[in-house]
């Protein structure tokens, strides 16, 4: 495996810095179509299941992203595998633009590229921008690193939505404005990563890629009790607050449809930022009790969403999102320090990968949802999921209760 690569970026700039505005773009890009999904409802005559599936078909491209690139970082450097996951990001906003006039099939293979992008943003930066605020790089706090990558990414999750509503709303072309403004935010930032960033990984592998693919971390007990159980519930949360809860109010909204999807995803996001402070306080190597409390509340959000869909009052709606923010922002960072812990320096991106990986199974949510809205109430079908998440707190509890230690 390769090995660190002592070489600094110029006095006065802090390079981890540098990935981050990486992930702030990957993550504008790969978040942007959300409050887009009305209008393609109803200015594009797509079905409601339609652009479920294509909310949940970056999945397809992020995944592989995500554990295919760590290995790659890994064997050839970080800096060229992000330079590959910006102009992933970017091409994946040409085909969503393209989309517009040539169909779903094209909007398709754009989503794909924006997971393929996310993907990589989520495995390579995550792990790189930990050991840029790690000596012999950084001197930054433990633990600093992954509040860093994740605070980074939720920024760009946020801000991209907020841009694309504004939009979407006020100006020309809003399913081609949109992607074509993230498009020209690419180009600054790839010559930022590639003149700004700090390579840590350099050097001839020593192991096959095949090899190098294979993450033994992953099985870890703590990981497996702890950590699986809560991963697919961090954006399945976020995905109920921003791409579940705003259909379920749009009946009572009208021409606000739109406004409030926009509103719905940033609010999430935004306190999905705000309280990773608190995650980080929360956060104890001996327990697992920021685990459990973000599991609490996903619980008592989703029976909230429970009520948005009886009640369809906008006004629970925004106060589903405000919990399940919540409850993604202290997952995601809680998440992170506990792979931290567990794996091994060589294995610490790949661990990344395989955590967003588990994660991201939950943006599915919404597309299974929608499938089964035809056989069964939106109530009914959120109150089972309500229900496993409950089980899941427990399950993660219990993981808690028997002392399954880090390694580290």
């Known amino acids: 495996m390769s090995g660190p690569a002592h070489v600094f970026a110029p006095t006065g700039f802090k390079p981890w810095r540098a990935v981050a505005l ?11 179509f959300t409050p887009l999904l009305i209008e393609y409802v109803q200015r594009s005559g797509y079905s409601q299941t339609n652009v479920d ?11 592989p992203g995500l554990l295919v690139a760590a290995a790659l970082s890994d064997r050839y450097g970080r800096t060229r595998v992000m330079i590959v996951g910006v102009l992933s990001s970017a091409l994946g906003s040409v085909a969503l633009a393209a989309g517009d006039s040539y169909g779903f099939s094209v909007l398709f293979g754009g989503r794909l ?57 006020f100006a020309p072309l809003p399913l081609v404005l949109t992607y074509l403004v993230h498009v020209l ?14 390579e840590t990984r350099s050097g001839a592998p020593t ?3 095949w090899r190098s693919l294979k993450v033994p971390s992953a099985g870890h ?30 009946g009572k909204l009208g021409s606000w449809a739109l406004l409030y999807t926009c509103g719905l995803t940033v609010l999430t996001l935004a306190c999905g930022v705000l309280i990773q402070p608190v995650a980080r306080l929360l956060d104890d190597r001996s327990t697992a009790r920021a685990i459990v409390v973000s599991m609490a509340l996903m619980a008592v959000g989703v029976f909230g969403a429970v009520t948005a869909a009886v009640t369809g009052s906008a006004i629970v709606g925004v106060l589903v999102a405000i919990v399940l923010g919540s409850a993604y922002g202290i997952a995601i ?10 794996a091994e320096p060589d294995e610490l991106a790949g661990m990344s990968g395989v955590y967003y990986a588990i994660a ?16 069964f109430s939106y109530p009914a079908m959120l109150t089972v999921v309500g229900v496993l998440a409950a089980g899941c707190t427990a399950g993660c509890a219990s993981g808690w209760s028997k002392h399954l230690q880090p390694t580290g």
């Open 360 to 375: 991201y199974c939950g943006f599915l949510l919404p597309a299974v949802l929608a499938s089964l809205a035809r056989y």
């Open 53 to 63: 599936v294509l909310l949940g078909a970056y999945v397809l491209g992020l995944i």
């Open 221 to 250: 007990r703590r990981f497996v009790r702890v950590v699986v159980p809560m991963a697919p519930w961090v954006f399945g949360s976020a995905g109920i607050a921003y791409a579940i809860v705003p259909t379920l109010v749009a």
């Open 22 to 32: 990486a992930m702030f773009c990957i993550g504008w890009g790969g978040n942007q």
């Open 333 to 342: 960072v809680s998440g992170l320090l506990e792979i931290q812990r567990i």
């Open 207 to 209: 192991r096959s890629l």
């Open 113 to 169: 590229l924006s997971g393929l992008a996310v993907g990589i943003a989520m495995a390579v930066g995550s792990a790189w921008i930990t050991e840029l605020s790690a000596p012999p790089f950084g001197d930054a706090v433990p633990g600093a690193g992954a509040r860093r990558a994740s605070v980074g990414l939720s920024l760009g999750f946020g801000v991209g939505p907020l841009c694309a509503g504004l939009l979407a709303a």
């Open 185 to 198: 935010l690419c180009a600054p930032v790839l010559w930022i990563v590639a003149r700004k960033a700090v």
